[in-house]
């Protein structure tokens, strides 16, 4: 039986992008306890948030659980992403964004999502 490197890999991948656990999570709305268990290998992210995970970081889901991506980083210091590094894009308004396409929108959305909340229920009286 394959061994599962979620945990590993989320942490290889992170630094390999340059990111802080700090910096990551609050892009994609995690809490500090929920990252650092998903790194910690003490709980493993359910398959939409696997999902999410492996577009924002470029991988394959396979790769993400399956593979020790560290220990197959080729000697050039690269690594085989999904998604290769790009300029920024510039869309039209009849443009469709998705999390897939643009998993830094993700973060973006859970914001607006939150600030709605909190209109509505401010609205409603239920929040001073």
Do not use: C
């Amino acid at each position: 039986m394959k061994t599962n490197n979620i945990s590993k890999n989320l942490k290889y991948l992170r630094k390999k992008k340059g990111l802080t656990q700090l910096e990551l999570r609050t892009i994609l709305g995690y809490t500090r306890s929920t990252w650092s268990n998903y790194e910690n290998g003490i709980t493993n992210p359910s398959i939409d948030d696997l999902i999410t995970i492996s577009n924002f970081l470029g991988v394959t889901l396979d790769d993400l659980i399956m593979n020790d991506l560290h220990a197959r980083e080729p000697s050039s210091g690269k690594l085989h992403t999904t998604t290769p590094l790009r300029s920024s894009v510039i869309y039209s308004h009849n443009d469709v964004l998705t999390v897939t396409a643009e998993p830094e929108i993700a973060y973006l959305l859970n914001e607006v999502k939150k600030l709605k909340e909190d209109i509505d229920m401010i609205k409603e009286g239920k929040k001073t």
